[in-house]
């Protein structure tokens, strides 16, 4: 009897698993104008110019996401109010009035002329990364945390 029990336990949690797994990857092609107006202001008055590729819903289990790719490679995530989370230009740099004035600051007096190619937002740091390699990661206060 213990043994069927337990058998039909790891049967239930393995069904659970699954289904679990299956909302979690529910994402789904929608166009620019579907996206929150937050994120579509963020595109229009910093991409401006810049041609769409692909902008995507992600609904997880909990939680709803937004990603924008641009044909030139940027990259930009949103979370489901539309503020942005993730922003990775890869090979260009980050739109300068995106980044935080206290950020903007410490980087134009330690790291002049480098510029930013990834910024993503936590819910207590920030981590900025740069053209030349650093990595460095802020608090929510905007003081450095750690750098490698």
Not at 23 to 40: E, F, T
Not at 115 to 122: H, I, S
Not at 130 to 144: Q, R, S, Y
Request: with cysteine; charged share 25%; glycine share 4%.
């Amino acid at each position: 009897m213990k043994r069927i029990i337990q058998t039909c336990v790891v049967a239930l949690v393995c069904m659970i698993a699954f289904q679990v797994k299956a909302v979690a990857d529910n994402d789904k092609p929608i166009a620019v104008s579907q996206l929150p107006a937050v994120s579509q202001q963020v595109i229009k008055s910093h991409f401006a110019g810049k041609k769409e590729a692909m902008a995507k819903q992600e609904t997880g289990l909990l939680d709803k996401n937004y990603e924008v790719v641009f044909t030139s490679g940027e990259k930009v995530e949103f979370d489901k109010k539309g503020n942005w989370k993730e922003i990775d230009c890869k090979l260009s740099a980050v739109p300068t009035k995106l980044i935080p004035a206290k950020i903007a600051s410490y980087l134009k007096s330690n790291y002049p002329g480098v510029k930013v190619l990834k910024l993503e937002k936590g819910n207590n740091e920030y981590e900025v990364n740069l053209a030349n390699g650093m990595e460095i990661t802020f608090n929510k206060n905007f003081v450095v945390i750690d750098i490698d």
